[in-house]
T-cell receptor, first 114, second 114 residues
């Protein structure tokens, strides 16, 4: 079945620096991709949804790139600030089985230092 | 929009006791999902419903775990004879069932089995 590898597990940057998180998935038929942010004691906050037909999505302070050839999904936080400190998860919706379940990466703990 | 509501936020049970977790999806959403989050295993899919019908329970432990959705406004996850290894954060999510099928998560229920 689909597997998702996420790296790095921990990332520490200075305020104003960029931060990149990468996920690699295995199922070439995967179609829907998501990035979530989790703050301590909270649930998952949806940051961005990416479809197979879209390669680059931009949000407030971040860019998501989907590389279908290499089966990679990346989240690039530009000019990180302390409020970005959280755990970030990528998620892939399995399409080959028809199920709507999400397969998650293992998470990246991002720390942004002032 | 209150988002996905989960109760209780924290639950402590003794080994062998029963635990029932509640989820109220976003109004109008047709799909409800249950996930379990632990440090060791990360985020694991358990089960989901669409239009109150069980669709995929491939992630549910075969014994002691059951889920129901008696009406469109709430779902329950029941764990019988709880064991210490059931300690985790249980997350509920809902989806509108249209478009990219993004899932919106509740804050989770932290279950501690002593």
């Amino acid at each position: 079945g689909e597997q998702v590898e996420q790296r790095p597990p921990h990332l520490s940057v200075r305020e104003g620096d960029s931060a990149v998180i990468i996920c690699t998935y295995t199922d070439p038929n995967s179609y829907y991709f998501f990035w979530y942010k989790q703050e301590p004691g909270a649930g998952l906050q949806l940051l961005m949804k990416v479809f197979s037909s879209t390669e680059i999505n931009e949000g407030q302070g971040f860019t998501v790139l989907l590389n279908k050839k290499d089966k990679q999904l990346s989240l690039n936080l530009t000019a990180a600030h302390p409020g970005d400190s959280a755990v970030y998860f990528c998620a892939v919706r399995r399409t080959s089985s028809g199920s709507w379940q999400l397969i998650f990466g293992s998470g990246t703990q991002l720390t942004v230092m002032p | 929009n209150a988002g996905v509501i989960q109760t209780p936020r924290h639950k402590v049970t003794g080994k062998g006791q029963e635990a029932t977790l509640w989820c109220e999806p976003i109004s109008g959403h047709s799909a409800v999902f249950w996930y379990r989050q632990t440090i060791v295993q990360g985020l694991e899919f358990l089960t989901y419903f669409r239009n109150q019908a069980p669709i995929d329970d491939s992630g549910m432990p075969k014994e002691r775990f059951s889920a129901q959705m008696p009406n469109q406004s709430h779902s329950t996850l029941k764990i019988q004879s709880t064991q210490p290894q059931d300690s985790a954060v249980y997350l509920c999510a809902s989806s509108s069932g249209t478009g990219p099928y993004e899932q919106y998560f509740g804050p989770g229920t932290r279950l501690t089995v002593l």
